[in-house]
Structure formats: structure tokens, C-alpha cells
């Protein structure tokens, strides 16, 4: 059974950090593409960061580039974002996703299995 638990959202001022978790369970972390998305009230979901299969190539949304950084622990079986320089814009709810593709994507579509999010507020 395939299960994606994201953790570590919360409440932040403008210029703080936080680590959201994604830990999985019923597959090999290495061998698939994870990504993280956000969906704000009213907006889309749309890709922030992902790191591919194997060697673990990174890719960045231009949003969050110099900010953000996704890393992975095979062994423990989860994948990180360290945010930080949070902005108010960054508020949304965070999800993992395991992407179906062989390459790095930050497509919506190209993900098929999804956690049920953690809340990120960035608020003074």
C-alpha cells in the first residue's frame, strides 16, 4: 500500500523557515520522481520543487529558486523541502506526489499519487 504523509506546516512570519517532511511507505524512494506542489485559496496547484530518480537531479519553480531546497533520505524513506526567506505568497497547502514519468517533471499531470497536504501560512 502506497502511502504519502507530508508534516512539518505551521505558522511563520515573513522572512522565517520551516522543513516539511514527506514520508513514504510501499515503494522504493529512489526509484521514482517525488514532487512538491502548493494550491493556494482560489488558485491552482502548481509544482514548487522535485528530485528525480537515482541520482536525484533537483528542479525549481522560478517562485522559490534560492529559497527552497528538496532533498531525500532513501533510508528513512522521505523527501524534504527546507523553505526558507518565506514570504506571504508562499501560503498555501504543501503536497507530495510521486510522478509516473522516468524524468524530472513538475507537471500536475505527470503525478499520480498524492499526500493529503500540510498548511503553510506565512503571516505577521
Known amino acids: 500500500q502506497l502511502q504519502f504523509v507530508e508534516s512539518g506546516g505551521g505558522l511563520v512570519q515573513p522572512g522565517g523557515s520551516l522543513r516539511l517532511s514527506c514520508a513514504t511507505s510501499?515503494?522504493?524512494?529512489?526509484?521514482?520522481?517525488i514532487g512538491w506542489f502548493r494550491q493556494a485559496p482560489g488558485k491552482e496547484r502548481e509544482g514548487v520543487s522535485c528530485i528525480s530518480r537515482s541520482i536525484g537531479v533537483t528542479t525549481y519553480a522560478d517562485s522559490v529558486k534560492g529559497r527552497f531546497t528538496i532533498s531525500r533520505d532513501n533510508a528513512k524513506n522521505t523527501v524534504y523541502l527546507q523553505m526558507n526567506s518565506l514570504k506571504p505568497e508562499d501560503t498555501a497547502v504543501y503536497y507530495c506526489?510521486?510522478?509516473?514519468?522516468?524524468?524530472?517533471?513538475?507537471?500536475?499531470?505527470?503525478?499520480?499519487?498524492w499526500g493529503q497536504g500540510t498548511q503553510v501560512t506565512v503571516s505577521s
Open positions: 506526489a510521486r510522478s509516473r514519468r522516468r524524468i524530472p517533471t513538475m507537471r500536475r499531470s505527470d503525478y499520480e499519487y
Open positions: 510501499g515503494f522504493t524512494l529512489e526509484d521514482y520522481t
